[in-house]
């Protein structure tokens, strides 16, 4: 006759809840040392954001330089002052049109065709991309340009762009 089951009677010794603890501590699979892991994967993750941001000015070239944001701000800080236009009159000599949507639309209000033909072109290819809102804006901004504008090629530019979007 087989005798009950008897947990007491398991020949083989029960490890404590320290021995436990223990073989889990000197296991492979379980990490030795949390903070430190952590901090690694930290210092990585900022590591490869900087490589991210220095690839990307590289890529930009002059345009990814402090003073091409120095220049883009002082457009922005001037709008709607007498410097306004010595501020973008530098800032193309150096840079060209901007790619940026918000100071495109600033460049709305500059008195030169030429660049007025050029910024609205640029608005117009990047305006699928933007919110409702903006592209309201853009349209408003355009019939104000149709209304006021000095120049028959601006009038009727911005009347055929008004009439597309």
């Keep these: 006759m087989v005798p ?3 947990s007491d009677s398991d020949e083989r010794e ?15 699979h379980v990490s030795r040392d949390e903070h ?21 000015k590289l890529f ?13 701000n002082a457009i922005h800080n001037n709008y709607g002052t007498s410097k306004f236009a010595s501020s973008v009159k530098k800032y193309l000599k150096k840079y060209g049109i901007p790619d940026d949507w918000s100071t495109l639309m600033l460049l709305l ?3 030169d ?13 990047i305006t699928p991309e933007r919110s409702p809102v903006e592209r309201q804006s853009f349209k408003n901004k355009l019939e104000i340009l149709a209304i006021t504008a000095s ?8 009347e055929k762009v008004f009439r597309e979007l």
């Design 60 to 72: 930009q070239g002059k345009k990814g330089s402090k003073e091409h944001k120095a220049a883009l």
């Design 151 to 158: 120049s028959s090629t601006i009038i009727s530019l911005a």
């Design 113 to 125: 065709d030429e660049v007025l033909v050029q910024v609205i072109e640029a608005l117009k290819e």
């Design 36 to 56: 430190s892991r952590s901090e690694k994967s930290l210092r990585s993750t900022w590591a490869k954001e900087q490589y991210l941001k220095k690839v990307d």
């Design 4 to 6: 009950p089951f008897d």
């Design 14 to 28: 029960k490890p404590s809840w320290r021995e436990i603890d223990r073989k889990r501590d000197r296991s492979r």
């Design 109 to 111: 209000d500059y008195k």
